[in-house]
């Protein structure tokens, strides 16, 4: 038995850590270094005892916990010993951000407290970590031997108990940032309990996972990568490779080559080293395997196991094929999280791109052909964060794993995983917004007479085309000395609705485009806007206030910032990781997909241009809401989009109520990021809603010197605008 921690616990493990947290972060890289690497040679030095202990308290056979767990363990360790050393270096200008919450499941006890606790500890934060209430004897292990290496006190710390601990170190007020592997529905609790907190997160959560068999594929190795794709760790893999999807001119070859390897496959006792699938953690997962199986059965696909009996003590299930299951099945969808294959066929490449994408999540793909131009067409087109070309499952310290859509966010592993562990300090820093002059909705009547006023109210900007708002209402813009200078539409619920399908019928050719191509429009975009400069210099003076030079400086600021995004737009690349194979992991930097961007209050022109422009220059479309005080800059601007070859639906600017839309764009669930810069109570509403289909958010609620070149542009917008793909690529015969 062990302890069942409650909020005393996790307030003196808090607290310890916080103790610790400054002598830690204030030691050389080198010192933090030196323990990192004395912690690789700890589990180095003690494998075998790891080994053991991770299979007895997880049930796997004990040939992947000494082969694969206790080594990958080892690898992180000593990976992250060199991200400590290179830290002030390589991530200059950065910090650590304190006391770091995690919880980390059951199914890679060990691995995944090495994941989580190397980066951590590199950049120099202090950790709180909480274990699986199946699986927590590793954890206490390592714990006790890393004090026995020389670990300071306080700076990992260790707590056991179930969701109850795991809730209370989430909800605790000096934890920093929360880490979390585990389901999706867990996730969605995380994300709405830390709306508005400012804890940084990151979520690795569930998969559906497609293993794509093209007409020409080594089906030899197609069924032992299928073997080590679904009944590796008894099919309880967050990335298991789950559906089969394959070609229909090969399918019943395979199916029978598959049926005859299922057939020798060994269940039984984990320890034993013949063993090929261990027990299933618990019964209470072994029972929703059942479940989901009986399920799978009555929608009618066709289930097939081999002819032996799993033994009947403990929590054994055999491998399990379905055949004939269609795409919309519960089996097809819902993560079984056991020994359980679930096959569907395709005729085409574009049939076979639209079935792995059938699913909200996106962690992992596994495609097989000898063509490796097929190969690389298809691996871009796939909603996962990690593919693997004729191999699965390959995962290394050097290479940051993570998801897509509703398998969460934030990466583990080499430079992307350790940006995790630290800030610099821009987002979210300074003075909330306080009170400021806002468009006046629904207004009094007012002459257009009165003054030689003449009636002008901006439309929105959908689809590459000006539009009237749906609710048919406007909202009047005022001076600093309350003058009326125009009207902007009210947009609502169905003007975002129209805006993210145009956004996403632009989505696709944009995405594509070269970046040479979007860097052309962005520089033809800032050679439109400088010729217009003094119209625009005086449209902000109007709303703003202050001297001509005020308005002229804020213009010409953003014309350079239009040409910053344009020198990125073909210079953001992904790099080739070192991993230990033969052949290379391509870290792809790829676009989100459609972006929403919540513009701030001041800089009205340049605030806009500074959150669309880095979305865009890296193929996202957006849809913009912009000041809602002072939107008559954006709505002056989309009449320099018009002429500056942009395509239609690549911006969207929808005026209004800026909380109101920002809600319901977060709310969205085809709106796939969203960066916000408002409230405090905005940015709390913008995260919480966000949980609907864990889209990635952005948000401030302090204030911005967007003039400011070192927190105003630059690598954190673009880290922010792209996710990272890498793709496994194995070489030679």
């Known amino acids: 038995k062990v302890t069942q921690g409650g909020a005393k616990d996790v307030d003196g493990a808090v607290a310890a850590a916080r103790k610790a947290f400054p002598g830690w972060s204030r030691l050389s890289p080198h010192a933090r270094a030196r323990h990192l690497y004395a912690l690789a040679r700890m589990v180095q030095k003690h494998s075998r005892l790891f080994a053991v202990v991770e299979t007895m308290d997880n049930g796997k056979p004990i040939r992947e916990t000494r082969d694969l767990d206790v080594p990958l363990v080892a690898r992180h360790f000593h990976h992250h010993a060199g991200w400590a050393q290179l830290r002030d270096t390589e991530f200059a200008g950065y910090e650590p951000l304190g006391v770091i919450g995690q919880i980390i499941p059951w199914n890679f006890p060990l691995l995944m407290l090495a994941w989580k606790v190397a980066p951590a500890l590199a950049a120099g934060n202090t950790v709180v970590l909480k274990p699986a209430e199946f699986t927590p004897l590793s954890a206490l292990l390592f714990a006790e031997l890393a004090h026995q290496a020389g670990l300071p006190p306080g700076v990992l710390n260790i707590l056991t108990g179930d969701g109850a601990t795991g809730a209370a170190l989430v909800d605790h007020p ?57 009944w590796f760790n008894q099919g309880q893999v967050c990335c298991a490779g789950s559906r089969l999807l394959v070609h229909e001119g090969i399918a019943d070859t395979l199916y029978a080559k598959l049926k005859a390897r299922m057939e020798k496959l060994r269940v039984g006792p984990p ?44 929590c054994f299930y055999p491998p399990t094929l379905f055949t004939d299951v269609f795409p919309s099945s519960t089996i097809a969808q819902v993560e079984i999280f056991g020994p359980v294959l679930v096959s569907m066929t395709f005729r085409t490449p574009d049939e076979s791109v639209a079935l792995a994408n059938n699913t909200p999540f996106g962690l992992a793909a596994s495609l097989w052909t000898e063509n490796i131009n097929l190969a690389l067409d298809i691996a871009p087109k796939l909603k996962a964060g990690v593919v693997w070309v004729n191999a699965t499952n390959l995962f290394d310290a050097a290479s940051g794993f993570g998801g897509y859509r509703e398998s969460g966010f934030g990466r583990e592993g080499g430079r992307e995983g350790m ?67 125009g009207e902007v539409g009210e947009g609502n619920r169905k003007d975002i609705r129209n805006a993210v399908e145009a956004a996403h019928a632009a989505g696709n050719g944009w995405a594509r485009s070269t970046g040479h191509l979007r860097a052309q429009i962005l520089y033809y975009i800032g050679e439109n806007l400088d010729a217009r400069s003094d119209d625009f210099a005086r449209r902000l003076v109007s709303m703003r206030g202050g001297s001509a030079r005020d308005g002229r400086r804020e213009v010409e600021a953003t014309v350079r910032r239009l040409f910053t995004y344009a020198a990125w737009a073909d210079k953001w690349d992904g790099a080739v990781h070192n991993v230990p194979i033969r052949g290379v992991a391509l870290a792809m930097h790829e676009p989100i997909g459609v972006a929403g961007a919540v513009c701030p209050s001041e800089a009205p022109l340049l605030g806009f241009v500074s959150l669309v422009a880095p979305l865009i220059a890296t193929g996202n479309t957006v849809i913009a809401i912009p000041s809602e005080a002072h939107p008559l800059a954006a709505t002056d601007l989309y009449q320099v989009l018009e002429t500056s070859d942009l395509p239609g639906g690549v911006v969207n600017i929808v005026t209004g109520a800026r909380d109101v839309l920002a809600k319901t764009l977060a709310e969205h669930d085809d709106v796939e990021a969203l960066w916000y810069v408002g409230s405090a109570e905005g940015v709390k509403a913008v995260e919480f809603a966000s949980a609907s289909n864990m889209k990635r958010t952005w948000c401030s609620s302090g204030r911005r010197d967007w003039f400011d070149e070192a927190g105003g542009e630059g690598r954190h917008f673009l880290r922010e605008a792209v996710q990272v793909k890498n793709v496994w690529i194995p070489y030679g015969e």
């Open 174 to 230: 000096r934890v920093d940032k929360i880490a979390f592997t585990g389901s999706t529905e867990v996730g969605r609790i995380i994300r709405k309990a830390t709306a508005g907190s400012g804890k940084k997160l990151s979520l690795e959560l569930g998969g559906k996972s497609p293993f794509i068999v093209y007409q020409d594929a080594d089906l030899d190795g197609v069924v032992e990568g299928v073997v080590d794709a679904i």
């Open 419 to 485: 940006w995790e562990y630290l800030a610099r300090g821009e987002m979210g820093e300074g003075r909330g917004e306080k009170g400021r002059p806002t468009a006046i909705s629904h207004p009094p009547r007012i002459s257009p007479l009165a003054d030689g006023w003449i009636d002008r109210t901006a439309k929105l900007f959908i689809g590459g085309r000006q539009a009237r708002p749906d609710s048919g209402y406007s909202r009047v813009v005022l001076s600093p000395k309350g003058r009326v200078l």
């Open 271 to 314: 320890l034993d080293k013949a063993v090929d699938m261990g027990a299933i953690v618990a019964p209470v997962q072994l029972d929703r395997i059942r479940r989901l199986v009986r399920k799978g059965k009555d929608e009618g696909a066709v289930m097939w196991q081999p002819s032996w009996a799993v033994p009947k003590e403990g």
